[in-house]
């Protein structure tokens, strides 16, 4: 079965930063394309950036110079190195595979590719002044 396992979270300072991690299993062969999500009290789970196999990537504006995705499709994986961090980037972070590709969604962040039930139990990122 699938399973989305992510690390990483913690409190921090900003400015700081932080490296968060995902494994991905259950699948036959790692997803094409893999995305981080962020959910606050005050919004809806939200895309933050995607990864598409062979490395084009995606970033939410709100993000984008500070925080970079990576994957390692030997592991299984995939990361979000979180710099500068602000106290807006306070929240859960998930990992999921997305429904289509960061190429084919054309500049725009792809979203979740799996059901509800599957969702990880996320990773709480705390950015304090």
């Known amino acids: 079965h699938v399973q989305l396992v992510e690390s990483g979270g913690g409190s921090v300072e900003t400015g700081g930063s932080l490296r968060l991690s995902c494994v991905v299993s259950?699948?036959?062969?790692?997803?094409?394309?893999l995305a981080w999500f962020r959910q606050s009290p005050e919004k809806e789970r939200e895309g933050i950036a995607a990864i598409d196999t062979d490395d084009p990537t995606v970033y939410a504006d709100s993000v984008k110079g500070r925080f970079l995705i990576s994957r390692d499709n030997a592991k299984k994986s995939v990361y979000l190195q979180m710099n500068k961090l602000k106290e807006e980037d306070s929240g859960m972070y998930y990992c999921?595979?997305?429904?289509?590709?960061?190429?084919?969604?054309?500049?725009?962040?792809?979203?979740?590719?799996?059901?509800?039930?599957?969702w990880g139990q996320g990773t709480q990122v705390t950015v304090f002044s």
């Open positions: 999921a595979p997305c429904l289509g590709s960061v190429v084919g969604a054309q500049g725009r962040l792809p979203s979740p590719g799996i059901n509800a039930g599957v």
């Open positions: 259950g699948y036959q062969f790692i997803p094409y394309c």
